[in-house]
C-alpha cells in the first residue's frame, strides 16, 4: 500500500476543523428484489443473499437522474439543520453516474436549491468519492474558506448497469445521502482524513465508453462498452486488505484501539467483504453498520445513506467516534475519523 497523503491529522482542541451538522437521504421508491432479477438472469435470491448479502435495491423510474436524488437528500439535511439555501458556501457532489458529462452534476443540485452565492464542483473517485468529498470539504472548512458546506454522494448506478450480466446487475442501487458541515473548534467533528489511489489497478471496475477514449457511437453501444465490467473476484481480495489498511491507518493516527470506535461505517459493497474486514479489525457487528441487506451498493452515496440511516436511528450519539472507510474503482481507498 502506497503513503498516501494524510490530509488532516488529529489536533488539539481549540484547532478549527469541520463538524457534519445533519445529515439527510433520498431513495426511489421502486424496489428491485432478488427474485425480481433472477426473471432477468441467470440467479437466484439464495445465490445472492449468501454471496453478497443483499436482498432488495432501489431502482429509479425513467427520467430520474443523479441531481433529482441528491437535491432531495440536500433538502432534508438543509430543513434538520434550520440553514436556509443561500447560506451555503460550497457544493461538493461526489458520483460517477452524473446527470451529464458537462455541466457538473452539483451546478444542477446547486440551481435545483437556489443556493445562489455557494460555487459547486463534482469530485470522481467512484465508491470512495463521499470520503474524498468529506476530505476536500474538511481543508476549507479548515481553512477558513468556507463556513457553511453541503456534501452529497449520489449515484443512478442503474443507468450504467449491464441488465445481462449476472455478476454486476444483482449489486448495485440507486440513492443519495447528504452531510451539511461547517467549522468547530470544540475538539469534535473530522478527526482525520486519509486517501489513496493506486491506478495501475484501473480496469479492476470500469466504465470504459463514452469518454474522450473511447466517444460515444454505435460500435461502443454494440459492444456495451457503456456499461459498467467488474472482476469481481480480484476486487474482492483488494477490497478487504485496502479496507482493513485505512481503517487502521485512522485509528493509528488519532491513537486510538479498535474498542474506541463506537460505529464502524465501511462501503457498502458485500455483506461478506464487510465481515471479513469487522473480523479482521476485531469489532463485533454491533458496531458495524450494514444497510446494504435493502440498497445494495450504492457507490458514493452508501456511505452517507447509512451514516444517515444510523441518525435517524439515534446509533450516533454526541462524543461518538464514528470511523468510515472506502474503497472503489480507480483503485481509490479511503478512511476518516470522525468524533460527533
Ligand atoms: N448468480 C449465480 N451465479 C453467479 C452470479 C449470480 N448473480 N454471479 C456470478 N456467478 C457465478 C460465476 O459465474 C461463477 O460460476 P463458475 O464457477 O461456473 O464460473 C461462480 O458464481 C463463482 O463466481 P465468483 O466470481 O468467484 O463469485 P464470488 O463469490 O466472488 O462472488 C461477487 C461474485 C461479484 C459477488 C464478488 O466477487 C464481489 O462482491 N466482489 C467485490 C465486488 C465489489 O465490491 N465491487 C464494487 C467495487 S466498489
Known amino acids: 500500500m502506497g503513503e498516501g497523503s494524510v490530509l488532516a491529522e488529529p489536533g488539539w482542541a481549540g484547532a478549527m476543523r469541520a463538524r457534519i451538522v445533519a445529515t439527510g437521504s433520498a431513495l426511489p421508491p421502486k424496489v428491485l428484489r432478488n427474485a425480481d432479477l433472477a426473471r432477468m438472469v441467470s440467479t437466484s435470491d439464495e445465490w445472492i443473499r449468501e454471496r453478497t ?22 433538502q432534508a439535511a438543509l430543513a434538520r439543520a434550520g440553514w436556509d439555501p443561500t447560506s451555503l458556501d460550497m457544493i461538493v457532489v461526489a458520483t460517477c453516474t ?43 472548512v479548515r481553512s ?5 458546506v453541503l456534501l452529497v454522494g449520489t449515484e443512478v448506478m442503474s443507468a450504467i448497469m449491464d441488465w445481462t450480466d449476472r455478476s454486476t446487475c444483482i449489486l448495485f442501487g440507486d ?9 468547530s473548534t470544540d475538539g469534535n467533528g473530522i478527526l482525520s482524513t486519509h486517501l489513496h489511489s493506486d491506478g495501475n489497478l484501473w480496469d479492476l471496475v470500469c466504465v470504459e465508453g463514452g469518454g474522450s477514449r473511447m466517444p460515444a457511437s454505435a460500435k461502443m453501444l454494440e459492444g456495451r462498452q457503456h456499461l459498467m465490467k467488474m472482476k469481481g473476484n480480484e ?35 458485500n ?14 457487528p454491533d458496531r458495524l453498520v450494514v444497510n446494504m441487506d435493502r440498497y445494495g451498493n450504492t457507490s ?6 447509512a451514516l444517515d440511516e444510523a441518525v435517524q436511528a439515534g446509533r450516533v450519539k454526541p462524543g461518538s467516534r464514528i470511523l468510515m472507510a472506502a474503497f472503489g474503482s480507480g483503485l481509490t481507498w479511503a478512511s476518516a475519523l470522525v468524533k460527533w
Open 175 to 183: 440513492g443519495a445521502g447528504a452531510v451539511l458541515l461547517e467549522p
Open 235 to 269: 476486487t474482492f481480495k483488494v477490497a478487504v486488505k485496502m479496507l482493513e489498511a485505512t481503517a487502521r491507518e485512522a485509528l493509528a493516527a488519532n491513537h486510538l484501539d479498535v474498542k474506541d470506535v463506537d460505529l464502524f461505517i465501511p462501503h457498502q459493497a
Open 53 to 74: 448479502g443483499i436482498q432488495e435495491r432501489r431502482i429509479v423510474a425513467d427520467g430520474i437522474a443523479s441531481s433529482d436524488l441528491g437535491t432531495e437528500a440536500a
Open 300 to 305: 458514493a452515496a452508501s456511505i452517507p445513506l
Open 98 to 140: 452524473p446527470d451529464m458529462p458537462l455541466p457538473s452534476t452539483a451546478c444542477l443540485i446547486q440551481r435545483n436549491l437556489k443556493a445562489t452565492r455557494a460555487f459547486a464542483f463534482d469530485l470522481a473517485a467512484a465508491c470512495s468519492g463521499f470520503l474524498y468529498g468529506l476530505a476536500v470539504a474538511d481543508l476549507y
Open 271 to 284: 455483506v461478506r467483504i464487510l465481515n471479513a474486514v469487522a473480523e479482521r479489525l476485531g469489532l463485533e
Open 144 to 148: 477558513g474558506s468556507c463556513r457553511r
